[in-house]
């Protein structure tokens, strides 16, 4: 039986998130189905998770009040992977360092949106990630990236600059930048089919 991934599609990098979760799928030797999530009762048919990033206010306000953000809480409490990146780890925080945003609490880190710049200071760095299955360094691209502050439960993958920049907390795996707009899908298949022993199987 395939596996069924939902990315959350209420903005983003939807489209690219899509293609790696089915690359970094066919590398594993699943076969995956993706759902964009843009409503309620979709999220709990779904065995992988992505929150991409874009705009943290509007992908707060909207995951709330569509149902969606509920239905995240429940994905992770039942132990099965989220991914999320950039704006997406903001909205997945304990803490966004602002309150217009409203997060969902599930990576314990305070975070400090656009901390690494505007648009015109984004950029690329090489980064060893723990737990990649390779040690080559992951080619990270970061835009308007935010900083990790703090750390408090999450276990750090990744630093740059003296930085957090790629977090484990349980099931959830959140990065500052976007894997998702390369053609490296080492990250990909480390927050989904790496879960910290936990294993990735198909609803039935």
Do not use: Y
């Amino acid at each position: 039986m395939s596996l069924v991934a939902g990315v959350v599609a209420v903005q983003g990098d939807v489209s690219e998130h899509a293609d790696a979760i089915r690359r970094a799928s066919t590398a594993r030797g699943e076969s995956v189905e993706v759902l964009e999530v843009r409503e309620s009762g979709i999220v709990p048919d779904c065995d992988l998770l992505a929150m991409p990033g874009g705009e943290s206010t509007t992908i707060s306000r909207l995951v709330h009040s569509e149902g969606i953000a509920a239905e995240i809480r429940d994905h992770v409490d039942d132990e099965k992977p989220l991914f999320a990146t950039c704006a997406g780890l903001i909205v997945a925080s304990s803490d966004a360092g602002d309150e217009r945003v409203e997060t969902l609490d599930l990576i314990d880190v305070t975070v400090e949106r656009n901390a690494f710049g505007r648009q015109k200071d984004s950029f690329e760095a090489p980064l060893e990630v723990t737990g990649l299955p390779d040690d080559e360094p992951f080619p990270a691209v970061f835009i308007r990236a935010p900083v990790i502050d703090d750390v408090g439960d999450a276990r750090v993958l990744a630093s740059w600059d003296g930085n957090p920049v790629a977090v484990r907390d349980g099931p959830v795996v959140g990065t500052s930048f976007h894997p998702e707009l390369t053609t490296d899908d080492r990250i990909h298949e480390l927050a989904f089919f790496e879960n910290d022993g936990a294993s990735v199987t198909a609803l039935e």
